[in-house]
């Protein structure tokens, strides 16, 4: 393992995007900035630019409003990169499921790498589901 | 003397990027402290540097990479400049040059985040710029040459006489370092998102991981900048920029954001006014 894939792991920036979900999944992923879990030991930040992140974290199904949104945001991140789809919406739709607004899980939209259910999801499942994804990126590289 | 003039600018090109970088991670590891975090580790800057250096390059235009080049480029130059006892008139202004290709780069890109940032760090130019450029005419009517190397011989230290000078390069720092109360311009705080990432915004990759090496080197010469108010002997000097760095992460955790009126009110009225109170005594046989 190089030095740059090794260094992938250590550093992996996150951005956080809501595709509609009811906010709970989203309030469990600041809790992992918290002083509790503080995921930054893990050289993790929240970084708010899809063109500084590594990993895409997904709340909320995908609907006809938001697929461009979500697709804009993903296609905007340089490469490698990594999707989280995290809570049940995010991952099949959840109880949005068949809504005639609502396309399914965010994988109708953009591939997605890791899928963490839960609703909503533990700030615990969500580092673990990232650590997780971690090592696909590492070999994404190479 | 003669073997350091030669050394000293070598040794700050190849050891400016490690130990800007290593103060950076001490930074943040200290940062999470204070928030009652465990915090990254003390290498963490240089995982990212080298993670953003592998990562696929997404370029807005050509201009940006000019710029961003030219950034790198200028800011080591002024750090090399400074500790080959050149002129720290022209330090500043080699140091300025490359602030301004920042805010150009960001200017090339259409943008609104990157605009804005921008424009917020023209403001804090506007901001340090005058402390910077003063502080080195107060240096001049103290010692009567603008020669870093001169500095290093005259003999006696410049804190007791540029007292007010230091607070004032104190403000600067804060700014220039883009801490709390005013990184208004490029949201170093990764929590602070409202122009989402500012001035750096539109750079990516490797191009955002030569912003991130500046920022080590740019580090570097602010803190050797402190250290010359007290470069005989140099060690008490380090020192003191040592105890100002902490001080800032200090000032950087228990302050909110100001807007830019109140950068510009605070760094002119209370920083420009105090350099230039701390001027009159030395400036006699001047005017």
Redesign the interface.
Known sequence: MG??????V??P?ILHYDCGGCNGCDIEILAC?T?LY?I????M?????P??A?VLLVTGPANYRNRRVLKNLYE?M???KLVIAIGTCACTGGVFHNCPNILGGIDKVIPVDVYIPGCAVRPEAIIDGVVLGLGKLAAL?K | MSVWTVLAPILALILGAPVGGLLKGIDRKISARMQGRVGPPILQPFYDFFKLWGKETIVANKAQLIFVWLYFLLVVAALVLLFMGQDLLMTLFVLGFGGVCLVAGAFSVRSPYSQFGGYRELLQILSYEPILLLTAVAIYLRIGTFQVSSILTSGQPLLPYLPLAFIAVLIALTIKMRKSPFDIAASEHAAHQELVRGVYTEYSGRYYALIEITYWYELVFVLAFVALFWAVPLWIGVLIALACYLLELFVDNISARLTWRWMLRISWIGGVVLVLVNMIPWAGGWW
Not at chain 1, 3 to 8: E, F, G, V, Y
Not at chain 1, 40 to 43: N, S, V
Not at chain 1, 45 to 49: A, E
Request: charged share 25%.
């Open positions: 030095l740059i894939s090794a260094s992938r250590k550093s920036w900035l002083p503080d930054e030991r893990f050289g930040l929240n970084m708010g630019n063109k500084h590594d905007q340089p490469a490698p590289g």
